[in-house]
């Protein structure tokens, strides 16, 4: 409708202005559009859209618009042809969910037509996320699954290198592994994999595959152990996950669930989180400072036994947990945690100093996370470059630094340890932290579990003399680590033996675990210490109130290593410091 305006002058001469409204309107012609673009596309490609407007409007303005945090902006721009029509160009993003729309201008540019809102699906590189494999045994039927990040659509392969054993078969379209090994596959096997996905991108793993014979004792098949205040895990060659002590539902290892596609396992105070080959974190226990990652936090006294998976992603390759967190890795190098960050401890400042309970996994600050470790109130991780950076509370000196030294304040945001050596793994203890370099040296910080008396000590002291070792793990107030030569040496607080040593209140020196050289992996827990030797054998030592030791006994501290499901056997002797 128009507004039309008569003249009306007034006796004063002054014109007054009279407005008469006319009902007639002006019929127009609009336009309708529509953008035409790819359901998914390869991340970080150039893709192509159409825009169509109707009817035609030839030589108008047209934009491909993306909506961005800010609102939408600009990212291609045209004109309509003869039909309408106009073919832009959309840039590569980065992996992830993007919204766009066509918009096209009135002559005048004061009026637009916009198109109905497209999603596209920027899909990332393809990534084999299945480092590793459960062994098989000869004899019984095999069946363990490859897995790649965000399980797009694709096809998988042998590649072209691998030569893989004639027994396994590989599911082209699922990336399931099958086969029955017979008595001449004992040994390990090398795997090369390939993933293709829809685009043509490929993707390789190399996984080692190890076969065992059906006549091997069961106790010889350990993989890897992990302790914690009030027990001890592990997972066997099959991929199976056991605990005992107060985790465990018999005195002895006893198998949690039924799943046999577990990798690894770490123990906090009163929770415990499992990493599995396809990349998902799955955590149980209590969960009253968020620790499980449950959004549902239950008290204390309350406990989960079934193992729930965290959040929903599958791109994991590291876990570990602390009192009342727990922090993981991700494929593209980012480290998160969730739980309790009173001290700090989550790496990020949200919430630091607070009892506020974080269920839901923060980003660390920094990217190339190689390596995470938890203590009881502060953390440590390796970067891609070989550095140590440590976080939480730093009381006891225990992030190798001197900002807030003998304080309780909190220290969310990673700091690097001094000196700055290149390292190969970090690991921490109550309050202390230790690490050892590529060279096989070993140094220790903060609380001062290798030499009494000390006082909070922020500068890394090394360990050992001359001695080079291969491995290094934390404990409660112990550190163990293995040698050149396959042998366990520990040191720290000993009250219950769980340096390996006879009984006394400290030894700080660090002394061999016994007289065997055939150990390969080493799991510590807050008051027991745990090793596996070269035949799949797990050994633990130290406090035994509650059966961590696995077996069945009297509470005894034991300052021999007794074999997990079997009991003391005289592996080793003891090693008197006095002596």
Not at 401 to 409: A, K, P, V, W
């Amino acid at each position: 409708a128009f507004r039309v305006v008569a003249p009306r002058w007034r006796a004063d001469g002054v014109r007054s202005p009279r407005v008469v409204t006319s009902s007639r309107g002006v019929r127009s012609v609009g336009q309708t559009g529509a953008l035409s673009a790819p359901a998914s596309t390869p991340a970080g490609r150039t893709f192509s859209t159409t825009l169509t407007f109707t009817p035609a409007r030839p030589g108008r303005p047209v934009r491909l618009q993306r909506l961005l945090e800010t609102g939408w902006r600009s990212v291609g721009a045209g004109v309509q042809s003869q039909s309408g029509t106009a073919t832009l160009d959309a840039p590569g993003i980065a992996a992830g969910r993007a919204r766009y729309r066509a918009v096209t201008y009135a002559a005048d540019g004061a009026r637009t037509v916009i198109s109905a809102v497209r999603s596209v699906v920027s899909v990332a590189t393809p990534m084999i996320i299945t480092r590793s494999l459960p062994g098989a045994t000869t004899g019984a039927a095999y069946t363990q699954g490859l897995h790649v990040v965000d399980r797009p659509a694709g096809s998988w392969a042998w590649a072209s290198s691998s030569t893989p054993p004639d027994w396994l078969t590989l599911d082209a379209a699922t990336g399931a592994l099958s086969g029955t090994p017979g008595p001449d596959d004992v040994g390990a096997a090398t795997l090369a994999v390939t993933f293709t996905d829809g685009f043509g991108r490929t993707a390789t793993r190399t996984i080692t595959l190890t076969t065992r014979a059906a006549d091997s004792d069961p106790h010889n098949d350990w993989t890897s152990l992990a302790g914690g205040m009030l027990g001890t895990c592990g997972v066997k060659h099959d991929g199976t996950l056991w605990c005992w002590g107060s985790f465990g539902a018999d005195p002895g290892p006893a198998q949690v669930g039924g799943d046999d596609d577990w990798t690894s396992i770490a123990i906090g105070m009163e929770h415990r989180c499992g990493l599995k080959t396809d990349g998902t974190v799955w955590c149980w226990g209590t969960n009253d400072h968020g620790q499980v990652g449950q959004t549902d936090l239950y008290s204390q006294n309350e406990w989960n036994r079934t193992p729930t998976r965290m959040g929903s992603r599958n791109d994991w390759t590291a876990v570990d947990a602390g009192a009342n967190s727990t922090c993981a890795l991700r494929l593209d190098g980012s480290a998160w945690c969730w739980g309790s960050n009173e001290h700090g401890m989550l790496g990020n400042p949200i919430g630091a100093g607070t009892m506020t309970a974080h269920p839901v996994p923060l980003r660390v600050d920094g990217s190339g996370w190689t390596a995470i470790d938890l203590g009881h109130q502060h953390a440590c991780g390796l970067r891609q470059d070989g550095s140590a950076w440590c976080w939480g509370s730093n009381q006891e000196g225990a992030l190798g630094n001197r900002e807030g030294l003998g304080t309780r304040d909190p220290h969310p945001t990673p700091t690097q340890v001094v000196p700055g050596d290149t390292w190969a793994e970090v690991v921490t203890t109550f309050g202390a932290s230790c690490a050892r370099s590529i060279a096989g040296q070993v140094w220790c910080w903060g609380e001062p579990i290798w030499a009494p008396g000390l006082g909070a000590h922020s500068d890394p002291v090394r360990i050992g003399g001359d001695t080079t070792f291969s491995d290094v793990a934390g404990g409660g107030s112990q550190a163990c680590a293995l040698d050149a030569s396959g042998a366990v040496w520990c040191w720290g607080i000993n009250d219950s033996g769980e340096t390996g040593t006879s009984p006394r209140e400290g030894f700080f020196d660090p002394a061999p675990v016994g007289s065997e050289t055939d150990w390969i992996g080493l799991g510590l827990g807050d008051f027991h210490s745990c090793g596996i030797r070269a035949g799949g054998t797990a050994w633990c030592w130290g406090n035994n109130n509650l059966d961590q030791l696995g077996f069945p006994d009297d509470d005894e501290d034991h300052y021999l290593p007794v074999q997990v499901g079997v009991g003391p056997v005289d592996p080793v002797d003891p090693v008197d410091p006095d002596q």
